[in-house]
């Protein structure tokens, strides 16, 4: 990355110039890399779920697509461990179990360890699916990145990490 654009200003330093002249006696670290958090997210979110998109599919409904299929064969997993890795509630784990079933890209299937309970299953065409959309995906968020260097990116990598593990987040997604 050159220098130039490494001293570029941005939207969150004119609110935090703002800030300091408003409220000098502020600690606005919290602030600034919050604002940015959250901006690169808002930014993101189109981005990445465009491609989504042109598969039919939203990005939760994606998010939930992905879980099974990185789960390994069989593709299959308790709607706990579902709503839980993917953090929503159940409520909106069974909205978006039935919309998903609703397309028939999952399937309902008895737990064998629970008689009382199902699984949730990737079905064919749910796997064809994701396995579809996967490469698209990865080529994607690589060309989000791109204008970023590997150091920096690593770098963000490990804060991002270290931000999370101090927020008490350690699952491992």
């Not at 330093?13 to 919290?30: G, S, V, Y």
């Not at 919309?99 to 299953?121: M, W, Y």
């Amino acid at each position: 990355m050159s220098e130039k654009v490494k001293n570029e200003t941005d939207a969150v330093d004119a609110i935090m110039a703002q800030w300091q002249r408003e409220k000098p006696e502020f600690d606005l670290t919290a602030m600034e890399v919050l604002g940015r958090l959250k901006r690169a997210s808002a930014m993101l979110s189109p981005k990445i779920e465009k491609v989504f998109l042109e598969f039919g599919l939203n990005q939760p409904e994606f998010d939930v697509l992905a879980t099974l299929r990185r789960s390994g064969a069989p593709y299959c997993l308790a709607p706990t461990e579902l709503f839980s890795t993917l953090m929503v509630t159940s409520g909106t784990m069974t909205n978006r179990m039935a919309q998903l079933e609703k397309k028939g890209l999952i399937e309902r299937v008895p737990n064998p360890d629970d008689a009382r309970s199902k699984l949730v299953k990737l079905s064919d065409k749910g796997f064809e699916l994701i396995e579809a959309i996967l490469p698209h995906h990865v080529q994607n968020g690589l060309s989000l990145i791109a204008g970023v260097d590997g150091g920096s990116l690593s770098d963000l990598n490990q804060s991002l990490k270290d931000l999370l593990t101090a927020l008490g987040t350690s699952e491992a997604e």
